[in-house]
């Protein structure tokens, strides 16, 4: 029998409704901030449609610099550190997860300790430098590889796996490594992908690291070059830095490059969402159930 909707269910649908609409109409207006002509802006005549598509704000962005080479960096230094922080984390929690770990209370100590406690910024530059990594993608992902937070919320999931499905593997000859790769892991897909989602976002967004340890520009990830385009943009000189990237200034505002940069920059992660939603929200609860 199909069940009712009544009056209270009726409001919180509402209010959800409402609540993703003011969540959703902020990106829209970007969205069509960045395709409108300037002659809309200036008459206040921007809808939730753009009048006349315009394709000069894009025009200008990547004709400021080398962004289509800052836009393979950043794809290059997510996926090679989505991939580092995800194998290093689980190899790190499945360990910590195991009872007949000797030390295991040490070593939570040390790992809950370097939650709070850290070299601080000048110390890191002299070790990634001495290592000899700067200007390369191993000093945006290696120095960030692990993640505390991220280790225990694996651990505690991994921690909720009944132990009677890792007992029948080992009495059938199956290794440590086996039983991670063919049982726990498969068993783990919605917490890896909660925890591979919050890295992409991560390196995606990062920028502070690319400015200190990138010095040629060829290596400039699509943020810092986004930050540069911004810093440097003059209201009072658009005409001839708009001029210089082959766009039409009579059809630009600083307005339309400010929106644009937004979608540029969040486009391909918040495409990359919705794939992994369905286990998004099933590994944060599970990652955090069992201490």
Request: with cysteine; charged share 10%; glycine share 4%.
């Amino acid at each position: 029998m199909k069940k009712k909707t009544n009056l209270f269910d009726w409001i919180i649908i509402i209010l959800i409704s409402f609540f993703c609409l003011t969540i959703l109409y902020p990106v829209w207006n970007q969205i069509v901030l960045s395709f409108s002509s300037a002659s809309e802006m200036r008459t206040l005549q921007i809808s939730m449609w753009p009048e006349k598509w315009s394709l000069e704000a894009y025009k200008f962005i990547f004709g400021f610099g080398n962004i289509g080479r800052a836009y393979f960096n950043t794809i290059l230094r997510t996926i090679v550190g989505t991939l580092m922080i995800v194998s290093v984390t689980v190899l790190a929690a499945y360990p910590l997860s195991r009872k007949d770990l000797p030390f295991r209370g040490f070593f939570m100590t040390i790992f809950v300790i370097a939650m709070f406690v850290s070299g601080g910024m000048i110390p890191s530059y002299l070790l990634v430098k001495n290592l000899g990594l700067l200007n390369s993608v191993w000093a945006l992902v290696l120095p960030n590889a692990l993640n505390v937070t991220y280790v225990i919320i694996v651990r505690n999931f991994f921690l909720s796996i009944s132990p009677s499905i890792e007992e029948s593997a080992i009495m059938d000859g199956a290794s440590p490594f086996q039983i991670l790769l063919k049982i726990i892991l498969p068993l783990s897909k919605p917490i890896i992908v909660t925890i591979a989602l919050w890295a992409a976002v991560y390196h995606w967004n990062e920028w502070f690291m690319a400015q200190i340890y990138i010095q040629d520009q060829n290596l400039d990830v699509l943020q810092t070059v986004v930050r540069k385009m911004l810093m440097n943009v003059d209201a009072s000189r658009m005409d001839t830095q708009i001029a210089s990237t082959g766009a039409n200034a009579s059809e630009l505002l600083l307005a339309n490059v400010r929106a644009a940069t937004v979608v540029v920059s969040i486009g391909p992660i918040v495409l990359l969402y919705p794939f992994a939603q369905k286990y998004f929200i099933q590994g944060l609860q599970l990652g955090a159930v069992k201490g």
